[in-house]
């Protein structure tokens, strides 16, 4: 024990073993796979079904979320037309793009004729498939005479004798005319798409992104070369209007300003700490050793969770800001020490017990958050707890073997000493002034409780959710261009919809066909305008193969292919005489269809938006529900059956964050319970209240102001809490430890709170809202527990100094 | 986007190639077509002939017409198989033997309201409409005139090369001829207001 005990006090033993224990670290850190996690599926927990889900809803948004379209409009038709040919010219050829469209193709309209007519047999409209269920030639033989007779019918009558029941054509009308892509406003002229709003032309333009381009905004991205290219276009043609829609625009913005907000942010609290550390400390090393401390608790955090996890999600990098509060705080606490002079070894011992409490009530608090169902915290807690634990690490083995500070100096005690006579409430307590300092502590005790009572009305009306739409502010032109797009388009996609999953795609397809029934009922009663699924235009095998077997058992029932007698007279009316082309092409059985067979552009663009296909083995589609009404219960519809999932990604995520905060704060109360429990034996039962009592008030105090100000509390909020939790009780800790009057425990707690305030403070300012309420409930507790933490102070120590 | 791109233009050429329209000089032109048109109401007989030239075949088709104008027009085929066809602002129905109806309301679909407004324009004399879907050449023989009507679009030439509208103080015929050589003959007759 005695070794051991001479060895921590060995700088090469310290050394060897900071050394040892981060190169471990580190080598199976840089082994593990470098992954960044941005699924908010994965934030759900592992019971969740949607997790099963969640690879397949990320291809299907990989794909839907590469697709942008520019409106370019104008009074004069051909101003507009002008414009897109422009922006078609620069960027049909551009890498950025995948795939750009403007002109119309005039094959379009043949192309999907000639398949529809291919085809006949085993695609079909559902009046059509029910009609031959049910052997009814004659209602197929009338709309068939309708086309050949009527006014106004284009129907093309080249094919006639093998299709004397205009069984193409009728597939033309239900693909094309019926499609629910066919409520929008737009149409043809002059070869591109156009519609009209308030009297402006607009042309469409779109395009799909290449899959190597970057969501977020960088030199020489696509998406700000044809911003450049627009701004130009309205710079010659005042007149102009442009309406950009599509996520990557969405994405691009908020990663641009994004960047330069962060820029500016912490560049001005870096300088403003910077600032601060030199004038107290005076000298460039404290400061490189803190900077130098903080980099290697983040790397070990980032190793030990790829290590752990194999990936980092986006949000535990937001949480894991808490590593760098409490990091910066050990190093402050440590050198504001050595600056009096002490060696790095006697200030260890100086602050250790301090130190070491807290930096167990912080690990508690995280240790305690693994225990949930969500790993996401796991994941957020272990990085919290490795980082944290390099650091103390850093503090414990590596700084004392500093060389000895030969410039000790004063520190500038004179704002810590003006702050803790704030707290002289009263004079003395000895001697004759007993009687009037009787009535000063009542009338302390009073304006505590006060306060106190005033925090209840604020945390009653808090309102504890997570909504991620409330969390997302797009610009005014961006809002405004989503906006008429939407109109102009009228399509009704919902935020909600279906994923149908099998194991093969004949499954999915069939379990779809189930689904679209449910769907058909639901448009029957209002609650959906329509839907889209890739059944509705690839059907099963099975459906193809009824329809084919129907039509031919309606129409050559006899074994010598025959052509039916009921038949005969519909062919004789419209002057067939020689039935054989109608007999022959339905004798052998046709190709049936398969998702990934090859159909005309319009249906492959299509189906490249419903069909997910093969993902981890399993198959998967898409079904979306257009023009939902408010009484429309996409769970209902999908229950019933196992391979259908209904997504609802942001309620889902906004329901998994929310409960994410209560069993964190569930977790983080019951890792402070035993944190009081430790505080209890350490210092006993009344000194313990005093310490633990002020990261708790903060708290209250922080989520009250919360709800005087009608601030949801969201998730981001409730990080902040934990922070708090986590950062405050330290400041509460080097109090009692220190004493109220000791000025170099002051003078560390202040610094430690400043560059938090400074640093987390500074993310309130942001323009993003999970970031600025982050910061704001980080600021409000991080305040408000620095203002109670000199209250910490036990008696005893109050007066040691 | 792009899967509503096409689908969106595919109808569109649909929606074009189904109208027909008269359209020269544009201000006789105009007069012409204000003339025929000055009516509230035109009724007549119409003959439809169909050729199709790959079966070596004609679709003969007689019924009568009603155009009211800024309502609508009606069409009904009487032989040889009974059908109506009503077109309005805000819908198109068509109505079989048997009495069952198919609707289509301009409100659900762009190309729908497009096809009824020009259709409409036609018939209203609304040339400036026209022009927006045709080149609109046009011959004047003393009280008779023929207005020749080539689709803008591409697309829609490659389903009707142009059509032709004959007329006199009436609309007398309308012919459309498809890119294989098909035609499309409507012949009016008996016109009364």
């Given at each position: 024990m005695n070794s051991l005990t001479t060895a921590i006090k060995q700088k090469p033993f310290c050394i060897a073993i900071w050394v040892a224990l981060h190169a471990i670290l580190f080598v199976l850190g840089v082994l593990s796979p470098w992954n960044v996690e941005t699924d908010l599926y994965s934030v759900l927990p592992d019971s969740s079904e949607f997790k099963n889900v969640s690879e397949a809803e990320k291809a299907l948004s990989a794909r839907s979320m590469r697709n942008v379209s520019v409106l370019l409009g104008h009074e004069n038709f051909e101003v507009a037309k002008n414009a897109a040919e422009t922006v078609e010219q620069i960027f049909s050829k551009d890498a950025g793009f995948e795939e750009t469209r403007l002109h119309v193709d005039a094959n379009t309209m043949k192309e999907m004729r000639d398949f529809l007519f291919e085809n006949r047999y085993v695609l079909q409209s559902p009046s059509v498939r029910e009609a031959l269920k049910n052997g009814d030639l004659s209602s197929l033989q009338d709309a068939s005479v309708q086309k050949i007779y009527g006014a106004f019918s284009m129907a093309d009558l080249n094919n006639l004798e093998s299709d004397p029941l205009l069984l193409g054509e009728q597939n033309f009308d239900y693909y094309t005319l019926e499609s629910p892509l066919m409520s929008g406003k737009f149409s043809l002229h002059d070869g591109v798409l156009v519609a009209t709003d308030s009297n402006v032309t607009y042309v469409m333009w779109s395009a799909v992104m290449s899959n190597s381009t970057s969501a977020m905004a960088n030199d020489g991205h696509v998406l700000g070369r044809l911003y450049k290219t627009l701004d130009s276009l309205r710079t010659a043609e005042p007149g102009l209007k442009i309406a950009k829609s599509g996520v990557p625009f969405h994405s691009y913005e908020s990663s641009k300003n994004a960047q330069s907000e962060i820029a500016w942010i912490s560049g001005i609290s870096i300088v403003l700490i910077l600032i601060l550390l030199l004038t107290v400390y005076r000298s460039p090393l404290p400061i490189l050793c803190t900077v130098g401390s903080i980099g290697v608790a983040a790397a070990a955090a980032l190793a030990t969770t790829w290590l752990l996890f194999g990936s980092i999600h986006i949000f535990t990098f937001v949480f894991g800001t808490s590593v760098i509060g409490v990091s910066i705080d050990y190093a402050i606490h440590f050198f504001t020490d050595w600056k009096k002079g002490c060696s790095g070894f006697d200030v260890r011992s100086h602050i250790l017990k301090g130190l070491l409490l807290g930096f167990m009530t912080t690990e508690l608090s995280y240790i305690a958050l693994t225990f949930a169902d969500f790993p996401l915290l796991k994941q957020m807690a272990v990085f919290s707890i490795a980082g944290l634990a390099s650091s103390f690490a850093t503090i414990l083995l590596l700084f004392p073997c500093l060389p000895h500070n030969k410039k000790a100096g004063a520190l500038p005690t004179i704002i810590p000493q003006k702050f803790i006579s704030?707290?002289?409430?009263?004079?003395?307590?000895?001697?004759?002034n007993l009687v009037q300092t009787t009535p000063r502590k009542w009338i302390a005790s009073i304006v505590k409780v006060v306060l106190l009572l005033a925090l209840i009305p604020g945390l009653y009306l808090l309102n504890v959710q997570t909504d991620m739409r409330t969390l997302y502010t797009m610009s005014d032109e961006l809002k405004a261009s989503e906006v008429l797009s939407a109109r102009l388009n009228n399509l009704g996609v919902s935020a909600n919809y279906f994923i149908v999953e099998g194991a093969s795609a004949e499954e999915v397809l069939r379990t779809e066909e189930d689904l679209v029934k449910r769907l058909n009922v639901a448009k029957q009663d209002s609650l959906i305008k329509n839907f889209l699924a890739t059944s509705s235009i690839i059907p099963s095998e099975n459906t193809q193969r009824e329809n084919y077997e129907s039509l031919r058992r309606a129409v050559l029932p006899s074994k010598d292919f025959a052509v039916s007698g009921a038949m005969q007279p519909y062919l004789e009316s419209i002057g067939i005489t020689n039935d054989s082309a109608f007999a022959n092409s339905l004798k052998s059985e046709p190709v049936y269809l398969t998702p990934a067979a090859n159909v005309p552009q319009s249906f492959k663009t299509l189906l490249n938006m419903l069909w997910i296909g093969e993902v981890n083995g399993k198959f998967y589609s898409a079904v979306l529900p257009l023009h939902v009404s408010k009484d429309f219960d996409i769970s209902k519809i999908a229950a019933g059956s196992a391979q259908v999932h209904a997504v609802n990604k942001m309620g889902n995520i906004n329901e998994t964050l929310t409960n994410l905060s209560r069993v964190a704060l569930m977790l983080v109360a019951i890792a402070y319970v035993i944190v009081f429990v430790i505080l209890v034996l350490v210092y006993k039962f009344k000194a313990a209240v005093k310490i633990i009592r002020a990261p708790v008030i903060a708290c209250l105090f922080l989520a009250s102001v919360f709800g005087y100000a009608g601030i949801t509390f969201n998730f981001f909020a409730i990080v902040g809490i934990i922070l708090t939790l986590g950062i405050g009780i330290d400041y509460a800790l080097f109090f009692n430890e220190g004493g109220r009057k000791n000025l170099s425990t002051a003078l560390a707690v202040m610094l430690s709170a400043t560059t938090t305030v400074i640093s987390f403070g500074s993310l309130s300012f942001s323009s993003f809202t999970p970031v600025a309420t982050f910061g704001l409930a980080t600021l409000l507790g991080i305040l408000c527990c620095f203002a109670l933490s000199p209250l910490s102070a036990t008696s005893a120590k109050k007066d040691r100094d | 986007m792009l899967n509503k791109f096409f689908l969106i233009a595919l109808v569109s050429v649909f929606a074009a190639v189904s109208i027909a329209a008269p359209a020269g000089s544009k201000a006789d032109l105009v007069n012409a077509m204000s003339a025929m048109t000055a009516h509230k109401v035109t009724q007549g007989d119409f003959k439809q002939i169909k050729t199709i030239k790959k079966l070596n075949r004609e679709f003969i088709s007689t019924g009568t017409f009603t155009i009211t104008n800024g309502e609508g027009i009606l069409w009904n085929v009487e032989k040889p198989f009974a059908s109506k066809l009503t077109i309005s602002g805000d819908k198109m129905v068509q109505e079989s033997a048997n009495g069952k109806k198919t609707e289509m309301a301009a409100k659900d679909n762009a190309v729908f309201a497009e096809f009824s407004k020009t259709i409409q324009s036609v018939f209203s004399g609304k040339v400036d409409e026209l022009e927006k879907h045709f080149e609109v050449s046009f011959k004047k023989s003393g009280k008779s005139y023929v207005v020749n009507l080539v689709p803008r679009e591409a697309a829609v030439r490659s389903v009707i090369a142009s059509m032709v509208l004959e007329a006199s103080a009436e609309l007398d015929k309308v012919s459309l001829i498809d890119g294989e050589g098909n035609t499309t003959v409507y012949e009016f007759t008996n016109h009364s207001h």
């Amino acid at each position: 024990m005695n070794s051991l005990t001479t060895a921590i006090k060995q700088k090469p033993f310290c050394i060897a073993i900071w050394v040892a224990l981060h190169a471990i670290l580190f080598v199976l850190g840089v082994l593990s796979p470098w992954n960044v996690e941005t699924d908010l599926y994965s934030v759900l927990p592992d019971s969740s079904e949607f997790k099963n889900v969640s690879e397949a809803e990320k291809a299907l948004s990989a794909r839907s979320m590469r697709n942008v379209s520019v409106l370019l409009g104008h009074e004069n038709f051909e101003v507009a037309k002008n414009a897109a040919e422009t922006v078609e010219q620069i960027f049909s050829k551009d890498a950025g793009f995948e795939e750009t469209r403007l002109h119309v193709d005039a094959n379009t309209m043949k192309e999907m004729r000639d398949f529809l007519f291919e085809n006949r047999y085993v695609l079909q409209s559902p009046s059509v498939r029910e009609a031959l269920k049910n052997g009814d030639l004659s209602s197929l033989q009338d709309a068939s005479v309708q086309k050949i007779y009527g006014a106004f019918s284009m129907a093309d009558l080249n094919n006639l004798e093998s299709d004397p029941l205009l069984l193409g054509e009728q597939n033309f009308d239900y693909y094309t005319l019926e499609s629910p892509l066919m409520s929008g406003k737009f149409s043809l002229h002059d070869g591109v798409l156009v519609a009209t709003d308030s009297n402006v032309t607009y042309v469409m333009w779109s395009a799909v992104m290449s899959n190597s381009t970057s969501a977020m905004a960088n030199d020489g991205h696509v998406l700000g070369r044809l911003y450049k290219t627009l701004d130009s276009l309205r710079t010659a043609e005042p007149g102009l209007k442009i309406a950009k829609s599509g996520v990557p625009f969405h994405s691009y913005e908020s990663s641009k300003n994004a960047q330069s907000e962060i820029a500016w942010i912490s560049g001005i609290s870096i300088v403003l700490i910077l600032i601060l550390l030199l004038t107290v400390y005076r000298s460039p090393l404290p400061i490189l050793c803190t900077v130098g401390s903080i980099g290697v608790a983040a790397a070990a955090a980032l190793a030990t969770t790829w290590l752990l996890f194999g990936s980092i999600h986006i949000f535990t990098f937001v949480f894991g800001t808490s590593v760098i509060g409490v990091s910066i705080d050990y190093a402050i606490h440590f050198f504001t020490d050595w600056k009096k002079g002490c060696s790095g070894f006697d200030v260890r011992s100086h602050i250790l017990k301090g130190l070491l409490l807290g930096f167990m009530t912080t690990e508690l608090s995280y240790i305690a958050l693994t225990f949930a169902d969500f790993p996401l915290l796991k994941q957020m807690a272990v990085f919290s707890i490795a980082g944290l634990a390099s650091s103390f690490a850093t503090i414990l083995l590596l700084f004392p073997c500093l060389p000895h500070n030969k410039k000790a100096g004063a520190l500038p005690t004179i704002i810590p000493q003006k702050f803790i006579s704030l707290y002289d409430v009263k004079p003395s307590t000895q001697g004759a002034n007993l009687v009037q300092t009787t009535p000063r502590k009542w009338i302390a005790s009073i304006v505590k409780v006060v306060l106190l009572l005033a925090l209840i009305p604020g945390l009653y009306l808090l309102n504890v959710q997570t909504d991620m739409r409330t969390l997302y502010t797009m610009s005014d032109e961006l809002k405004a261009s989503e906006v008429l797009s939407a109109r102009l388009n009228n399509l009704g996609v919902s935020a909600n919809y279906f994923i149908v999953e099998g194991a093969s795609a004949e499954e999915v397809l069939r379990t779809e066909e189930d689904l679209v029934k449910r769907l058909n009922v639901a448009k029957q009663d209002s609650l959906i305008k329509n839907f889209l699924a890739t059944s509705s235009i690839i059907p099963s095998e099975n459906t193809q193969r009824e329809n084919y077997e129907s039509l031919r058992r309606a129409v050559l029932p006899s074994k010598d292919f025959a052509v039916s007698g009921a038949m005969q007279p519909y062919l004789e009316s419209i002057g067939i005489t020689n039935d054989s082309a109608f007999a022959n092409s339905l004798k052998s059985e046709p190709v049936y269809l398969t998702p990934a067979a090859n159909v005309p552009q319009s249906f492959k663009t299509l189906l490249n938006m419903l069909w997910i296909g093969e993902v981890n083995g399993k198959f998967y589609s898409a079904v979306l529900p257009l023009h939902v009404s408010k009484d429309f219960d996409i769970s209902k519809i999908a229950a019933g059956s196992a391979q259908v999932h209904a997504v609802n990604k942001m309620g889902n995520i906004n329901e998994t964050l929310t409960n994410l905060s209560r069993v964190a704060l569930m977790l983080v109360a019951i890792a402070y319970v035993i944190v009081f429990v430790i505080l209890v034996l350490v210092y006993k039962f009344k000194a313990a209240v005093k310490i633990i009592r002020a990261p708790v008030i903060a708290c209250l105090f922080l989520a009250s102001v919360f709800g005087y100000a009608g601030i949801t509390f969201n998730f981001f909020a409730i990080v902040g809490i934990i922070l708090t939790l986590g950062i405050g009780i330290d400041y509460a800790l080097f109090f009692n430890e220190g004493g109220r009057k000791n000025l170099s425990t002051a003078l560390a707690v202040m610094l430690s709170a400043t560059t938090t305030v400074i640093s987390f403070g500074s993310l309130s300012f942001s323009s993003f809202t999970p970031v600025a309420t982050f910061g704001l409930a980080t600021l409000l507790g991080i305040l408000c527990c620095f203002a109670l933490s000199p209250l910490s102070a036990t008696s005893a120590k109050k007066d040691r100094d | 986007m792009l899967n509503k791109f096409f689908l969106i233009a595919l109808v569109s050429v649909f929606a074009a190639v189904s109208i027909a329209a008269p359209a020269g000089s544009k201000a006789d032109l105009v007069n012409a077509m204000s003339a025929m048109t000055a009516h509230k109401v035109t009724q007549g007989d119409f003959k439809q002939i169909k050729t199709i030239k790959k079966l070596n075949r004609e679709f003969i088709s007689t019924g009568t017409f009603t155009i009211t104008n800024g309502e609508g027009i009606l069409w009904n085929v009487e032989k040889p198989f009974a059908s109506k066809l009503t077109i309005s602002g805000d819908k198109m129905v068509q109505e079989s033997a048997n009495g069952k109806k198919t609707e289509m309301a301009a409100k659900d679909n762009a190309v729908f309201a497009e096809f009824s407004k020009t259709i409409q324009s036609v018939f209203s004399g609304k040339v400036d409409e026209l022009e927006k879907h045709f080149e609109v050449s046009f011959k004047k023989s003393g009280k008779s005139y023929v207005v020749n009507l080539v689709p803008r679009e591409a697309a829609v030439r490659s389903v009707i090369a142009s059509m032709v509208l004959e007329a006199s103080a009436e609309l007398d015929k309308v012919s459309l001829i498809d890119g294989e050589g098909n035609t499309t003959v409507y012949e009016f007759t008996n016109h009364s207001h």
